[in-house]
């Protein structure tokens, strides 16, 4: 089937460095985006790759590997408003349809 | 703000009820998505439109049906409502119609069907 698979939760501390993976079993897509949604608010636009290798816009920097079929959203120098569900996306080239992981609710610690 | 507007924020309504829900992009935006959201599902692609035309479709029930009007506003029309529809519905815009794009979502409309 066409999926993305992105851990439910991850935990981490204030400062720390967290990765959030995001694995795909769909073929033939235009690239790979990332959106953060606080409690209560609506998804906003993060990043997105097109092409294999990193992307970085300040903190947060996001990761493609077609040949793996895997992506991540790294995000450095945690901060307590960062606690929000990140979820990766990817719009199918063949249809237009998008495709949403069930997100990753990330946690920070003090 | 995104400079997305969604209209009602809240709806409350009863099973077998139709409702409409309104979504204008930003200025400029041609495209615009239409998004369900449920506790269990996360987030449902349902339907674009760009300029107009449909352009790509989702998972979207034959019991909804969406339209965008010549000043690009959109709604999506959700009739003969059951309790699982019961949900947060965003609208998006973006600029461009695939592809590489940024979508900036509304606030939302939450819908409890009762």
């Known amino acids: 089937g066409q999926s993305l698979e992105q851990p439910s939760e991850v935990t981490a501390v204030e400062g720390a460095i967290v990765q959030i993976n995001c694995t795909y079993q769909t073929s033939g897509f235009y690239g790979l985006s990332w959106y953060q949604q606080h409690d209560g608010g609506a998804p906003t636009f993060l990043s997105y790759n097109a092409l294999d290798g990193l992307e970085e816009t300040g903190r947060f920097s996001s990761f493609l590997s077609r040949s793996d079929s895997y992506g991540y959203l790294l995000l450095q120098e945690l901060q307590m408003k960062d606690s929000a569900s990140y979820f990766c996306?990817?719009?199918?080239?063949?249809?237009?349809?998008?495709?949403f992981g069930k997100g990753t609710r990330l946690h920070i610690l003090p | 703000d995104s400079g997305v507007t969604q209209t009602p924020k809240h709806l409350i309504t009863a099973t077998g009820q139709r409702v409409t829900l309104r979504c204008s992009p930003r200025?400029?935006?041609?495209?615009v998505y239409w998004y369900q959201q449920s506790l269990d599902q996360g987030l449902q692609f349902l339907i674009q439109y760009y300029n107009g035309e449909e352009r790509a479709k989702g998972n979207i029930l034959e019991r909804f049906s969406a339209q965008q009007f010549p000043d690009l506003h959109s709604e999506l029309n959700l009739s003969s409502l059951e309790l699982g529809d019961s949900a947060l519905y965003f609208c998006a815009s973006s600029a461009r119609t695939s592809g590489e794009e940024t979508q900036y979502f509304g606030p939302g409309t939450r819908l409890l069907v009762l």
């Open positions: 200025s400029g935006d041609l495209s």
């Open positions: 996306a990817v719009r199918r080239d063949r249809d237009d349809k998008i495709i």
